[in-house]
């Protein structure tokens, strides 16, 4: 059984850092466009940060500059570094694999970011 499974979440201080990790389980994780989606309460959960398999990534514009996402395909891991955290990056952070008609999602990590 596919497993996504995130870790890294927390709460940080305006302008704070975090770096959030997904590990991937069952799958033959090198084809997958992996992908950082966030929701928060009252809002539509919305892409964050997605790579693809040859390593292209896009961004939200509300977080071009701050985030990056990488993948390390030996590790099947996707991560994403935060930078200059802001209040309205509070959100449950998910991770997504796409690949084909194959779409997996994690069980969501909460980043707060509050002083």
């Known amino acids: 059984q596919v497993q996504l499974v995130e870790s890294g979440g927390g709460l940080v201080q305006p302008g704070g850092s975090l770096r959030l990790s997904c590990a991937a389980s069952?799958?033959?994780?090198?084809?997958?466009?992996m992908g950082w989606y966030r929701q928060a309460p009252g809002n539509q959960r919305e892409l964050v940060a997605r790579?693809?398999?040859?390593?292209?990534?896009n961004y939200a514009d509300s977080v071009k500059g701050r985030f990056t996402i990488s993948r390390d395909n030996a590790k099947k891991t996707v991560y994403l570094q935060m930078n200059s955290l802001k209040p309205e990056d509070t959100a449950v952070y998910y991770c997504n694999a796409q690949w084909g008609e194959s779409n997996y999602w994690g069980q969501g990590t909460q980043v707060t970011v509050s002083s």
């Open positions: 069952a799958i033959i994780f090198r084809p997958y466009t």
């Open positions: 790579i693809t398999s040859g390593g292209s990534t």
